[in-house]
């Protein structure tokens, strides 16, 4: 603190919002125990890049009964490319919490990207909803495993709260758009290799 002013990685005073973040990233870190600290890092990395999601969809473009969700789920991780890493993160440009305390020790190496969005939830949430409006059951599933990736991000200290907020919003909103897109070539086209066999 100088002058009664958080002081940023960039020189500048950060926001009383900002100031909230971080104690609510502090909340979080009360929870940190050897279980979790092992547990959670193994999680997040199942949506490094959205691979684990990209994985699950392949694999499910391969099964008649799931195919339509999986090509729902890789239209949804298309925006999330397009819109979080291309658009917004660079535009944003929003430093992580870590860097406004370079002495801290993280569970996992430091990232070169920026924060906002969350890339892991945006992912996360797409693929999710994609794959709910589908299947509700295995959709339900997925919901469970992206609020835990959500959550990792800020027990890692990687994100904060907004990045997390944004990152379900967009990603929610991707993964409908994917399956209005979807349901509309369907209906529209009839292909054949997209209806059940």
């Known amino acids: 603190m100088t002058n009664d002013c958080f002081v940023g990685p960039d020189g500048q005073c950060v926001s009383n919002l900002v100031v909230t973040e971080f104690q609510i990233l502090d909340w979080i870190a009360g929870f940190h125990n050897g279980f979790l600290d092992s547990v959670l890092p193994?999680?997040?990395?199942?949506?490094?890049?959205?691979?684990?999601?990209?994985?699950?969809?392949?694999?499910?473009?391969?099964?008649?009964?799931?195919?339509?969700?999986?090509?729902?789920?890789?239209?949804?991780?298309?925006?999330?490319?397009?819109?979080?890493?291309?658009?917004?993160?660079?535009?944003?440009?929003?430093?992580?919490?870590?860097?406004?305390?370079?002495e801290m020790q993280l569970l996992i190496p430091p990232l070169s990207d920026y924060s906002f969005p969350s890339g892991h939830t945006f992912a996360s949430?797409?693929?999710?909803?994609?794959?709910?409006?589908?299947?509700?059951?295995?959709?339900?599933?997925?919901?469970l495993l992206a609020a835990v990736?959500?959550?990792?991000?800020?027990?890692?200290?990687?994100?904060?709260?907004?990045?997390?907020?944004?990152g379900i919003i967009l990603g929610v909103a991707s993964g409908f758009t994917a399956f209005k897109l979807i349901s509309w070539y369907h209906s529209r086209y009839q292909p054949h290799w997209l209806n059940r066999r």
């Open 125 to 143: 949430f797409a693929s999710a909803t994609a794959l709910f409006l589908h299947h509700r059951k295995e959709g339900t599933a997925a919901y």
């Open 42 to 102: 193994v999680i997040s990395t199942f949506g490094d890049k959205g691979i684990g999601w990209i994985i699950l969809s392949i694999i499910l473009l391969c099964i008649p009964k799931y195919r339509k969700a999986g090509l729902a789920m890789a239209l949804a991780l298309i925006f999330c490319l397009l819109i979080g890493n291309i658009t917004l993160k660079p535009l944003i440009a929003r430093p992580r919490p870590y860097s406004y305390f370079p």
């Open 149 to 166: 990736i959500a959550f990792s991000r800020m027990y890692l200290y990687v994100h904060f709260p907004t990045d997390i907020l944004a």
